[in-house]
C-alpha cells in the first residue's frame, strides 16, 4: 500500500465495536455499531493461554466481565464461558467474549473493515504480533481491502511485520515518545495514529512528509473533531456512533 495515494478506509472508525452504547469488543457492538452505518470497526486482540487470539482491551477480566485474573492466563475453553455484557447494561446479559476468527468472519461476510489493535498481555508481544499477522493474512487472502494492525508496542508490530509483511501497519501513540518516527520508518508504517490531544497542525504536516496517513484516537467531541479536520487529519476512531455521521468528514 502506498498511503500517499492508496487509502482505502473510511474516515469514521467505531471504537471497540459501538464506543459506549454496548459492550466494548463483543459481537453485539458490532452489529451495533454497523446499524448506525459504520463500516469500520477498531478493537482489541490479545492470545489466550493456549494461543487463541480473542478480544479484550484490559490485561485482566474483572471490568469487562464476570471472570477474574488476567485473561492470558486461561485457555480459551474457560474465557469462552464468561459473561462479556452484563457489566454493561442488562440487555447484553450473557453475551460472550467473541475469538479474533468470529469477528473477521462476521467483518468479511458484511463487507466491514477491521483496524486490529494488537493488545499484548505483558511479556507476549512478538507472540501476539506473530499469531494475530497470521491470522489475518489467512482469512483475508482474498479480500479487496486488507485489514490495518496497530499497536502501541513496536514489538508487537515487528512480530506481525515478519510474519505478514503485506498486511499494513499503523503506531499507535499516546506520547511522542523519543525514537516513534524512526520506529515508525522501520516498521513499515502506512499510518500514526495519536490520542486526540498529541496533533497540531505541524505533526499532522511531519507525519504526512513521512509519507504516512494520520489518524486520531478517541474523538468523541464535536469542536476537536472540526479542528483535526482542519489540520489535516485522515481518520478518527469515535465512541459517539450515535452522533458522527460515518458517512461524512467531521460532521454530526
Not at 490485561?59 to 475453553?77: C, F, I, K, V, Y
Not at 462476521?106 to 473493515?113: I, K, S
Not at 508504517?189 to 505541524?202: E, F, G, N, Q, Y
Request: charged share 20%.
Amino acid at each position: 500500500m502506498n498511503p500517499s495515494t492508496d487509502w482505502p478506509y473510511p474516515f469514521w472508525v467505531a471504537h471497540r465495536g459501538a464506543g459506549k452504547l454496548a459492550p466494548e469488543n463483543t459481537l453485539a457492538a458490532f452489529r451495533l455499531g454497523a446499524q448506525h452505518g459504520y463500516r469500520m470497526f477498531e478493537c482489541d486482540v490479545k492470545l489466550s493461554a493456549d494461543g487463541v487470539p480473542f478480544l479484550l482491551h484490559d490485561d485482566t477480566l474483572e471490568r469487562t466481565t464476570n471472570g477474574q485474573g488476567t485473561a492470558g492466563d486461561l485457555p480459551w475453553s474457560e474465557l469462552a464461558r464468561l459473561d462479556a455484557g452484563s457489566w454493561h447494561s442488562r440487555g447484553f446479559a450473557g453475551e460472550p467474549i467473541p475469538t479474533f476468527e468470529h469477528i473477521a468472519r462476521w467483518c468479511l461476510a458484511n463487507g466491514h473493515l477491521l483496524d486490529i489493535e494488537i493488545k499484548p498481555t505483558p511479556g507476549q508481544e512478538a507472540e501476539t504480533g506473530r499469531v494475530v499477522a497470521e491470522a489475518a493474512a489467512r482469512w483475508w487472502k482474498q479480500a479487496a481491502v486488507l485489514p490495518l494492525l496497530t499497536s502501541f508496542r513496536p514489538e508487537a508490530l515487528h512480530a506481525a511485520q515478519q510474519a505478514a509483511p503485506h498486511l499494513p501497519r499503523g503506531l499507535l501513540l499516546d506520547t511522542l515518545w523519543s525514537g516513534w518516527e524512526g520506529a515508525a520508518q522501520q516498521l513499515g508504517c502506512v499510518a500514526i495514529i495519536c490520542k486526540h490531544t498529541l496533533w497540531d497542525s505541524p505533526l499532522v504536516a511531519q507525519v504526512k512528509a513521512m509519507g504516512m496517513r494520520c489518524l486520531s484516537y478517541t474523538v468523541n467531541d464535536l469542536a476537536v473533531a472540526q479542528k483535526l479536520v482542519q489540520w489535516g487529519i485522515d481518520g478518527m476512531v469515535t465512541d459517539a456512533v450515535d452522533r458522527f455521521a460515518p458517512a461524512k468528514t467531521g460532521l454530526v
